[in-house]
């Protein structure tokens, strides 16, 4: 029986409500044996923030990097507690991407039956592709790094050929295990910049070419990010792995959260060569919190995407197609404002009895 160390961090807001229903569904996972997942708490985030002075310290950062196999992460934030630049405070995302080198962060948008999708008159399926957006470089490095003062402030963009080297393999692995774009089934890379404007992004673009060449049979596309943008919207079938700079990425991938369902429906992984955490895109919504609003969907697709990292896809496979045959189904129902009938512990029974 194999046995894997999982760290836990239950987040703010919903965090905690969606990581009990994601846990609700990997014991149902578990429960069909195999393996078993063992699981630790870790104390981090902005309540954290709030109690001790930091989002995570050291000795939890230094376990999460060296004595799990993964990390299953709940949102996290609350919009007063702030650093006094009035940034927020107990935002796990520089700690963590930085300090354990998940450098991936794969962001899957797929349109899941029972779901409509504002574009309107798209079938379930007919939007799946997976944003690679680059963890630990790009715009986002200037995190807490910024210098100026009340009059200017200048953040520093900084992209280097070995970090754009690795996230563009990472891009072009993920496309070559895929089944393409569901337009037309083609196994496609598309390099997202502005390398028009910006030297840095033309390093990128420079780097994803050098990369391209070892993958001689997937497509390569390039755009820059305005294009981009109106291209998921007016044609998302095309699209099967995208890849781009920190921010970029943090933009686009919402809005192609909007084109399946909302941000809520949408699950991410965040992964280097050594470590992992795996959390949902959105964030941790105080206001609903214990209301029994929340939607849990991408907190469990982020399980899914942990067990997939664990080698054990067919039990991540299973869970997508249970959380695909609820919906289908009407067990689970998604409101027009991306919550769920019924909140956490109803879609997370939904979900498991698919399972047992």
């Not at 997937?218 to 700079?245: K, S, W």
């Amino acid at each position: 029986m194999q046995v894997h160390d999982i760290a836990v961090i239950r987040g703010d807001g919903i965090g905690p409500e969606l990581v009990d229903a994601a846990l609700t569904v990997l014991g149902a996972v578990t429960a069909k044996g195999g393996f078993e997942l063992n699981y630790s708490e870790v104390d981090a985030g902005a309540d954290t923030y709030r109690r001790t002075g930091v989002a995570c310290s050291p000795e939890d950062l230094e376990y999460l990097r060296t004595a799990v196999a993964a990390t299953l992460k709940g949102p996290v934030g609350l919009p007063d507690v702030r650093f006094p630049d009035g940034t927020e405070a107990g935002l796990l995302g520089g700690i963590l991407r930085i300090g354990l080198d998940a450098y991936a962060n794969v962001r899957p948008a797929l349109l899941l039956p029972g779901v409509t999708s504002a574009l309107g008159g798209v079938p379930a399926g007919g939007i799946d592709y997976v944003i690679v957006r680059e963890n630990t470089e790009g715009l986002y490095a200037s995190r807490g790094k910024g210098v100026g003062n009340r009059w200017a402030v200048s953040d520093t963009l900084m992209t280097t050929r070995e970090g754009t080297l690795r996230i563009c393999r990472r891009a072009f692995e993920l496309a070559a295990a895929r089944g393409g774009a569901p337009g037309d089934g083609k196994h496609r890379v598309t390099c997202v910049d502005k390398s028009n404007v910006l030297r840095s992004h033309a390093l990128f673009r420079e780097t994803f070419f050098e990369v391209a060449a070892d993958f001689p049979d997937i497509e390569t596309e390039v755009l820059y990010a305005d294009a981009a943008a109106q291209a998921l919207v007016l044609r998302p079938g095309d699209f099967d792995v995208l890849v781009m700079e920190n921010f970029l990425g943090d933009v686009l991938s919402d809005l192609g959260g909007a084109t399946v369902g909302g941000i809520s429906l949408c699950g991410s992984g965040n992964i280097g060569d050594v470590s992992a955490y795996f959390e949902p895109i959105h964030g941790s919504a105080p206001s609903i919190a214990g209301q029994g609003l929340a939607n849990p969907i991408g907190q469990i697709l982020a399980a899914a995407m942990m067990l997939d990292h664990l080698h054990h896809t067919a039990e991540g496979d299973l869970v997508r197609a249970a959380v695909a045959g609820a919906l289908e189904a009407g067990d689970i129902r998604i409101r027009p404002d991306g919550s769920a009938t019924g909140g956490p512990v109803a879609v997370a029974e939904a979900v498991a009895a698919r399972l047992t």
